[in-house]
């Protein structure tokens, strides 16, 4: 969940009792009295961190989970959450998931990736962006977890997360 201003953004996903169905991303400009979705639904896919620089940039982070997970994506906006656009990290459909993401201004990212024990080769990746998430350099892999030269900020706000209650469902 993130705020902005009266806008309200929840970015998650809808599941049966045994796998991930779809994406889902709602939009609230009035504070949660009215809510439509922002974002088509992804197919077999998840969304998980929503960062935003400023009230205009924002970036949710997400990826495909069906085999394994793979093809991690951004979710972008450059007008406040209003339109969002879905920007793959890759282009190649290579395994992953992104472990942790931030953006020091609406250009200057980074991204901490995991590509799993099936991964030939590093299992993880750091990687840096000049360009707002528009495209991404490797600046670092190693079998073991990196930590980054440059930090994350610290949140601006707390992480909420929602489940059905598991009695009533």
Do not use: C
Request: charged share 25%.
């Amino acid at each position: 969940v993130e705020a902005l201003g009266n806008q309200l953004i929840v970015a998650g996903n809808l599941h049966s009792s045994s796998a991930t169905l779809y994406t889902v991303l709602l939009s609230s400009p009035d504070g949660g009295k009215t809510w439509s979705e922002a974002f088509e639904r992804v197919r077999h896919a998840a969304l998980d961190q929503i960062r935003f620089y400023g009230f205009q940039n924002g970036w949710i982070s997400g990826q495909a989970l069906v085999p394994i997970p793979s093809d991690p994506f951004f979710l972008v906006t450059r007008d406040g959450g209003k339109t969002w656009r879905r920007k793959p990290l890759h282009d190649d459909g290579r395994p992953g998931t992104i472990l942790q993401f931030w953006f020091d201004s609406a250009k200057d990212g980074a991204v901490l990736l995991d590509r799993g024990q099936s991964s030939d080769g590093n299992r993880y990746e750091y990687y840096e962006s000049p360009t707002g998430g528009e495209s991404w350099m490797v600046r670092e892999t190693s079998d073991r977890p990196i930590r980054p030269k440059r930090l994350p900020p610290p949140p601006e706000s707390s992480v909420v997360r929602v489940r059905a209650d598991e009695r009533s469902k």
